[in-house]
Nanobody, 115 residues
């Protein structure tokens, strides 16, 4: 079993920054993909950024240049540094870990960007 605990969401003005953290615990394998997805009201959940255990990243075009994903594999923790936030970044952000053909989700953390 795997548990994911997210932190760092909140309310910020446009142009501001937030840093999300997600700590994974339980049966974590050394080879996995950790990442962040988001879901705005009335919209489907979408990929924001993922990072493979080897360090390769995949970042959505909508946040490229503003968001940076990183991980501390020793702590099984993934981070999302969000800069130059825009109102359209407002959403619930979910942490995800994918390993051995199974995916696990965190409970989500709200990010609200005011204009």
């Amino acid at each position: 079993q795997v548990q994911l605990v997210e932190s760092g969401g909140g309310l910020v003005q446009a142009g501001g920054s937030l840093r999300l953290s997600c700590a994974a615990s339980g049966s974590i394998f050394s080879i996995n993909v950790m990442g962040w997805y988001r879901q705005a009201p009335g919209k489907q959940r979408e990929l924001v950024a993922v990072i493979f255990s080897g360090g390769t990243t995949n970042v959505a075009d909508s946040v490229k240049g503003r968001f940076t994903i990183s991980r501390d594999s020793a702590k099984n923790t993934v981070y999302l540094q969000m800069n130059s936030l825009k109102p359209e970044d407002t959403a619930v952000y979910y942490c995800n870990i994918f390993q051995h053909s199974r995916g696990y989700w965190g409970q989500g953390t709200q990010v609200t960007v005011s204009s």
